[in-house]
């Protein structure tokens, strides 16, 4: 039996080795795009606003029983909670300028100054509406679905902006362009008809130099984030009060730190009520909207090994390309000029109280449906 038991695991790993890689995006047919013509546009509601990420630290207790295992779980909570916290303020802050109701307009709004203007087509929105799926769950049959993200980077230099695009239709299945040596994978005979990724990376914000006048703003900044809704600063003797003086002799000494970069940074977004994160958010909608519409009318299939493709090139030498080689290929990526060294963006992302509200009401609003 044990036997038995290796040997169909062996050949059951053999078969998942030789299954066949595809990109992740899926082009339409041409006969698909005919099919569509007019065809209704969904903004998924945001839930998450602008995310703040962060690095999650795990102390792995294992191995020396469930007393290691606790004393690893005490350990993660206390190396966590500064980092946690700065992060969780500062999307606080965010939230407050920056809402998912106005990423979800503002997103809708590009998308129906597309569908308005002259064209010459054959796929285009007939119709541009905003979904709560917390309201309404489940994929829309005979609908393009945009689901965006929005995330900080670890040192909030860079926003990212991710949306996938899909749409399904029962009417029109889908039907892999890819031929394979073997059996085709289950995975390429299920799924949308559509389906592709859109990224843009905002301008990177300058890393500020290190000098005396630069530790006082960032002491500064260090108090300001930790100051409540009245603009109270924590009680001397709790937890946020320690957490904000440890913050403030960092900000105090001769190393610049990523957390301290981020908090200084994050204020550089929200100046003059958010206007420079608002101005990021607005161009990357423009890209998102405009490289739909495109890639929608457009038949060619990705291949795992081509090369990129150059699309435009702004300006302020901002470029936009379509990927060419790996899983990724077919999908869009805005880039800012002269990026040495590309943002990190963690494992965790922290989001706002105002959007962990606003969300939480669409909940209680879905539990009386």
Known sequence: MRASIVLSLCFGLAACATVEPVPAARPLSQANIEALGPTRASITGDQGGVGKSWYYTDVNGAGAGLAGVLAGVIVSAIVNAAPSHRASRQATEIAEVVTPERLNESLAAKFKALSEAPHDR???????????????????????????????????SVLRVVSTVTYKNAAIPYKTPYTFKKQAPASESTGPLYRNVFTYYSTPLPVPVLTPELKERLAASVRDSMRNESGALPAEGTGEYKAMMHDVELAQDDKLTGGET????????????????????????????????????????????????????????????????????????????????????????????????????????????
């Open 122 to 156: 054959a796929v285009t929105f007939s119709d541009v509406v905003v979904t709560q799926k917390l309201l309404t769950p489940g994929d829309l049959d005979d609908t393009l679905e945009i689901a965006t993200t929005y995330t900080l980077s670890e040192d909030s």
């Open 262 to 369: 981020s908090v200084f940074l994050t204020r550089e977004w929200l100046k003059n009520h958010g206007e420079p994160l608002k101005q990021e958010i607005e161009k990357a909608h423009i890209f998102i909207a405009k490289y739909v519409i495109l890639d929608v009318n457009r038949t060619a299939i990705p291949s795992l090994e081509g090369t990129d493709e150059l699309l435009e090139t702004t300006s302020d030498d901002r470029t936009v390309r379509r990927v060419g080689v790996g899983p990724q290929a077919g999908s869009y990526v805005s880039s800012a000029a002269n990026v040495v060294t590309p943002a990190t963006y963690g494992n965790a992302v922290a989001v706002g109280k105002a959007t962990e509200t606003y969300v939480n009401g669409l909940k209680h609003q879905a539990k009386g449906k």
